[in-house]
């Protein structure tokens, strides 16, 4: 199934973060540049400016600026994958919401979603945080009431993770069904205050025990973990896989949230 998502994506040789840090004036799809001619320098979308006249100071204007990065750190990088984790998320609820309603268990869509869980989020963003993020926290004194429970939550998703997997492998019996619906219904209550804390408390503390130095190596370690894991479409193709899910669940359409009343 193919998507926007999908069919935007960079080319393997390019790198998510890569592309982040490119130069604004490389983007010759922006509001600014309409397109990149065949040696790849932008086209102005308006009809070319007369040249200056000779009386006109041209240096200023002409003289190239420098090159402006913006660089994607590590706090910022734990966020977006939450972001998965929350569209997971939304995908459970409509798993409950389904099985509440008395209708079919869609147990491929949550198959799927609770293996992106397992891999992406399980054995990846929480091994980032479990390694990287929490020892500096509690070895400076700070958050140690908070990272043990976290510790603990993370350990008490994967034993939900795995009867879900378990229950959606196959048809669910009816009498698994009440089961599985306690079961996401658990891990939405557990996470959402869970990456919510993180996002507003723990990630922000980062920068109090990490050196500002060691922010550019510990973004490294994390995108060199991600390709090595899941390949070159890295995230990009996690979120692709999302929204897969979200349109065979028909939950795809972000306007269908909105409020008509």
Not at 18 to 32: F, I
Not at 218 to 247: M, N, P, S, W, Y
Request: glycine content about 8%.
């Amino acid at each position: 199934m193919r998507d926007e998502t999908r069919e935007g994506r960079m080319p393997p040789s390019v790198r998510r973060r890569e592309m982040l840090a490119m130069p604004v004036a490389l983007a010759c799809g922006s509001a600014v540049l309409t397109g990149c001619d065949t040696e790849g320098q932008a086209r102005s979308a308006t009809t070319a400016t007369p040249a200056a006249t000779p009386t006109t100071p041209t240096t200023a204007t002409t003289a190239p600026g420098p090159e402006r990065e913006v660089p994607v750190t590590p706090p910022e990088d734990l966020m977006r994958e939450h972001g998965v984790l929350k569209r997971v998320l939304l995908i459970y609820r409509e798993g409950v919401r389904r099985i509440g309603a008395g209708e079919q268990v869609p147990v491929r869509p949550l198959h799927a979603g609770a293996g992106i869980i397992r891999t992406f989020i399980e054995q990846y963003h929480e091994q980032l945080e479990e390694r990287y993020v929490f020892p500096p926290l509690v070895k400076a004194g700070k958050l140690t009431d908070v990272v043990p429970v976290l510790i603990r939550q993370h350990r008490r998703g994967r034993v939900l993770t795995g009867r879900i997997l378990d229950a959606t492998a196959r048809p669910t019996p009816q009498v698994a069904r009440r089961g599985l619906a306690a079961d996401m219904a658990a891990f939405i209550r557990m996470y959402e205050p869970h990456e919510a804390r993180e996002d507003t408390v723990v990630f922000p503390a980062m920068r109090d025990v990490i050196p500002p130095e060691k922010f550019t190596e510990l973004a490294e370690t994390f995108e060199d973990e991600e390709h090595r894991r899941f390949g070159a479409a890295g995230f990009t193709g996690v979120v692709g896989q999302v929204a897969d899910i979200e349109k065979a669940l028909g939950i795809y359409d972000l306007d269908q949230f909105t409020p008509r009343g």
